[in-house]
C-alpha cells in the first residue's frame, strides 16, 4: 500500500543547504548567525573562529583514516543523535572529497595515489551520506570552496561561472539534494551576504521562498 499524505499536511520545515565560496570567505563564521542548537563535524580544521559560541558543538573529523571514521560517525548520528540538534554542519564537502580519497589512496597499490575505482567509492560515499543525513530531522548544511569554469549558453556566449568544487560526477546529484545554494559574496559596502538565484555567471538556487540573496545572517531564518 502506499502512503499517501496530502501537500498541505507536510510539516517538516528542516531543509538541506550547501554554502560555497572561496577560502577565508566566511563560509564557517556563518554558522554563528543559524538560530538553535548547532553540531559542526569540522574537516578542514576552521572551527576556531566559532570559539565561545555556547550553542555549537564541534565534532573533529579524523582527516587521515577518514573513510571508516565517516562511516561510522554517519551510523553514529542516526542512532544516537537524530532530534538532538537542529542544525547539522558538514565543513566542508571539498575538503572531505579529499580525506576519503586520500585514505584509500593510502590504502592501495599506487604509492598513495588513488585509483580510479576509490574515486567512484568517494563519488558515492558522498551521495549517500548526503541522502542519510536529511533524514535526521535536522538543518544540514554543507559548505564547499568555490571554483569555476568556462560555460557556453545556448546562443554561444562564454561566461566565467562560479560553482561549488565538489567532483564532476557527481556535481548535478548533491546540488540536486539540495534546497538552496549560495554563493557568499562580499559588496561595496564590505557586507558579507549570499547569492539565492542563478545567473550565467553563478550557480545558485533557493526552492524555499523567492529571495534572490540574503545577508549573511539572514541564511536560516528563526523559527526554521
Same mark, same amino acid.
Given at each position: 500500500?502506499?502512503? /499517501? /499524505? %496530502?501537500?498541505?499536511?507536510?510539516? =517538516?520545515?528542516?531543509?538541506?543547504? #550547501?554554502?560555497y565560496?572561496?577560502?577565508?570567505?566566511g563560509?564557517? $563564521?556563518?554558522?554563528? +548567525?543559524?538560530?538553535?542548537?548547532?553540531?559542526?563535524?569540522?574537516?578542514?580544521?576552521t572551527?576556531?573562529?566559532?570559539?565561545?559560541?555556547? !550553542?555549537?558543538?564541534?565534532?573533529?573529523?579524523?582527516?587521515?583514516?577518514?573513510?571508516?571514521?565517516w562511516?561510522?560517525? /554517519?551510523?553514529?548520528?542516526?542512532?544516537?543523535?537524530?532530534?538532538?540538534?537542529?542544525?547539522?554542519?558538514?565543513?566542508?564537502?571539498?575538503?572531505?572529497?579529499?580525506?576519503?580519497?586520500?585514505?584509500?589512496? $593510502?590504502?592501495?597499490?599506487?604509492?598513495?595515489?588513488?585509483?580510479?575505482?576509490?574515486?567512484?567509492y568517494? @563519488? +558515492?560515499?558522498?551521495?549517500?551520506?548526503?541522502?542519510?543525513?536529511?533524514?535526521?530531522? *535536522? !538543518?544540514?548544511?554543507?559548505?564547499a570552496?568555490? =571554483?569555476?569554469? #568556462? +560555460? =557556453?549558453?545556448?546562443?554561444?556566449?562564454?561566461?566565467?561561472? *562560479?560553482?561549488? @568544487?565538489?567532483?564532476?560526477?557527481?556535481l %548535478?546529484?548533491?546540488?540536486?539534494?539540495?534546497?538552496?545554494?549560495?554563493?557568499?559574496?562580499?559588496?561595496?559596502?564590505?557586507?558579507?551576504? +549570499?547569492?539565492?538565484?542563478?545567473?550565467?555567471?553563478?550557480?545558485?538556487?533557493?526552492q524555499?521562498?523567492?529571495?534572490?540573496?540574503?545577508?549573511? $545572517?539572514?541564511?536560516?531564518?528563526?523559527?526554521?
Open positions: 500500500m502506499l502512503e /499517501i /499524505i %496530502n501537500a498541505a499536511d507536510i510539516q =517538516t520545515d528542516k531543509a538541506t543547504y #550547501l554554502i565560496g572561496p577560502p577565508g570567505m563560509k564557517t $563564521s556563518t554558522i554563528k +548567525f543559524i538560530p538553535g542548537k548547532t553540531l559542526v563535524l569540522d574537516v578542514d580544521r572551527s576556531r573562529v566559532l570559539k565561545g559560541f555556547n !550553542n555549537i558543538d564541534i565534532v573533529y573529523v579524523d582527516n587521515t583514516n577518514t573513510w571508516d571514521y562511516g561510522k560517525l /554517519i551510523v553514529d548520528l542516526e542512532k544516537n543523535y537524530k532530534g538532538v540538534y537542529d542544525n547539522i554542519v558538514v565543513d566542508n564537502i571539498s575538503e572531505l572529497e579529499r580525506c576519503l580519497l586520500s585514505d584509500l589512496g $593510502s590504502k592501495g597499490k599506487n604509492k598513495g595515489v588513488p585509483s580510479q575505482g576509490d574515486y567512484q568517494m @563519488q +558515492f560515499r558522498i551521495v549517500n551520506s548526503l541522502r542519510y543525513m536529511k533524514n535526521l530531522g *535536522a !538543518n544540514l548544511i554543507w559548505t570552496w568555490e =571554483t569555476s569554469d #568556462l +560555460f =557556453t549558453d545556448s546562443s554561444g556566449q562564454q561566461y566565467n561561472r *562560479a560553482f561549488p @568544487q565538489i567532483n564532476h560526477k557527481i %548535478n546529484n548533491v546540488l540536486g539534494l539540495c534546497d538552496v545554494v549560495g554563493r557568499l559574496l562580499i559588496n561595496a559596502e564590505g557586507e558579507r551576504g +549570499f547569492i539565492l538565484s542563478a545567473t550565467n555567471s553563478t550557480y545558485a538556487k533557493n524555499l521562498d523567492d529571495r534572490k540573496g540574503c545577508l549573511q $545572517s539572514e541564511l536560516i531564518p528563526s523559527g526554521t
